[in-house]
């Protein structure tokens, strides 16, 4: 039932909102890559980068994500599907795949067949180790963090390299008490 | 009729507040005072909640004279109106303001979570949220 209702969700908050050029998003977030790789001349400090604008926007985005829907989320499982058929929705306008849960329910893999972001990408053998879509796992970090989880998300598949399609894992490192929580004392 | 529009900030400092209808305004203190009473007796009534029930914290308050309601969002920020006890629908309104709070505040770079709101378009729009109804 969550998951139905979570895609349709999404489905419904992306057809109200205001959209812009799918073109011109993909290429301003290109050229802010490409300006951190110019000025930064470090590919894992880029990467870092990345990640970390992608922390501070998740942080407000969440609020963005919060008002416009109505989730409640009790498990994992929940929060995955919301982030997957909601969240991605909603911001890109794609849905992606939850998959490869471990055995304690704490780790998943979120699976883009299709992105807008890569559309017209081509990485060169110079930029190997460049983590393109890591804005996207700060994302979700940060989102994750303003509602007490704490999590780490890395990139393990990038169809820019070649892999079928791109593979992002979140692990869910600690979920913070909820602070009425009574104390022990 | 709506009086007074605030909203509280996740370590329980009031962060933006709002008078209509000639509500006569809080002095400094008074507001301090106000907003760590609100905090206590929302944390406190989260505490007396029977077992088994969702610990919401303080949510709606009756009285002869006024009615106030708290629109607590998941990340921890408190959005509280008082109205006249007739009010209906505070909790949309509190959710709209929601929304504009997303919009106008957090989308903008020049603004530092958790400080105080200080932003012409967002004034505007909270304007319009309460003084459009209350006619």
């Not at chain 1, 139905?4 to 890559?33: D, P, R």
């Not at chain 1, 190997?128 to 979700?140: A, E, F, P, S, T």
Request: negative net charge.
């Amino acid at each position: 039932m969550a998951r139905k209702s979570s895609q349709v969700q999404g489905e419904q908050i992306w057809n109200q909102s205001e959209k812009v050029n799918a073109e011109l998003f993909a290429f301003t977030y290109g050229s802010l890559v490409v300006k951190l790789i110019r000025e930064l001349e470090n590919i894992s400090e880029v990467n870092r980068q990345l990640e970390t604008m992608g922390y501070n926007i998740g942080l407000r985005l969440i609020d963005d994500f919060l008002s416009k829907n109505d989730v409640t989320c009790e498990t994992t499982k929940d929060t995955a599907e919301v982030i997957a058929k909601t969240g991605f929705r909603m911001y890109l306008g794609v849905t992606c795949d939850v998959t490869n849960w471990n055995a304690d329910e704490n780790e998943f893999s979120l699976i883009l067949a299709d992105n807008p972001l890569t559309e017209f990408v081509e990485l060169n053998e110079d930029y190997r180790d460049l983590k393109y879509l890591n804005l996207l796992c700060g994302v979700i970090r940060g989102a994750l963090e303003m509602v007490r989880i704490k999590s780490v998300c890395t990139l393990e598949r990038d169809s820019l390299k070649g892999d079928e399609f791109t593979e992002l894992r979140v692990v869910i490192k600690e979920k913070v008490q909820d602070e009425y929580e009574p104390d022990d004392d | 009729m709506h009086y007074h529009f605030f909203i509280v900030n996740k370590i329980g400092l009031i962060i933006y507040d709002r008078y209509y209808q000639g509500t006569a305004k809080l002095s400094a203190n008074d507001m301090i005072r106000f907003s760590s009473t609100l905090n206590s007796v929302h944390l406190i009534s989260a505490q007396i909640t029977p077992p088994n029930l969702r610990k919401t914290g303080l949510k709606v308050l009756n009285t002869k004279t006024f009615k106030l309601f708290c629109y607590q969002t998941t990340t921890g920020v408190m959005f509280c109106l008082v109205s006249d006890p007739n009010s209906q629908d505070m909790e949309s309104l509190c959710k709209k303001a929601y929304q504009h709070y997303s919009d106008y505040v957090l989308k903008n770079p020049f603004y530092e979570t958790d400080q105080q709101i200080r932003i012409e378009g967002f004034d505007q729009a909270i304007d319009r949220l309460f003084l459009e109804k209350a006619v």
